[in-house]
């Protein structure tokens, strides 16, 4: 991997010993300008889960959590010993290059979590797909066929059981 912010060259280093990262690499990450480097990062971690595979999940509730729920939330994550699923924070305002760090960063800091979702997203057209560039591994969303459309743009193979 190549880095034009050198300081993720460090986190790519702990990431192939092994070693957990912390707040202070998600700080890093979070500050970087270097959003490919970032998407290396994240999606060599990804790869190494799930291969080329993607999955969906109709969500017909939609319900979007506040930000105290999703405080906790994190907060049990990062203690706790594994978890299925964690869906990063995607509200009306943010922008997609946020989201997408937010994406990179659940999936670095988070190894116990086995599918890092990502949410059909209105407001940026086709975000999703780059989210699982991102480290997301699953879509979720209430229209099925929009979900398996979106894993074949991004050149993802819709995995069996999705």
């Keep these: 991997m190549t880095f034009e912010d050198s300081r993720l060259a460090s986190i790519s280093a702990k990431i192939a010993a092994g070693h957990a990262l912390d707040s202070a690499d998600a700080q890093t990450i979070y500050r970087s300008h270097d959003l490919l480097g970032i998407a290396q990062l994240a999606n060599s971690v990804r790869e190494k889960r799930h291969g080329r595979r993607a999955y969906i999940r ?37 922008s997609g290059h946020t989201y997408l760090k937010h994406v990179a960063v659940a999936r670095l800091l988070l190894p116990q979590v086995e599918h890092i979702e990502a949410r059909l997203c ?41």
Aim: proline residues 8%; charged residues 25%.
């Design 58 to 94: 109709q969500d017909l509730q939609a319900v979007p959590m506040t930000d105290a729920d999703r405080a906790q939330r994190i907060n049990d994550l990062l203690h706790a010993p594994a978890a299925e699923r964690f869906e990063p924070p995607l509200d009306p305002v943010m």
């Design 122 to 162: 209105p407001q940026v057209e086709n975000v999703c797909q780059l989210a699982l560039d991102f480290g997301a591994d699953t879509l979720i969303g209430a229209d099925t066929a929009e979900l398996e459309r979106q894993v074949s743009a991004a050149g993802r193979e819709l995995a069996k059981g999705a």
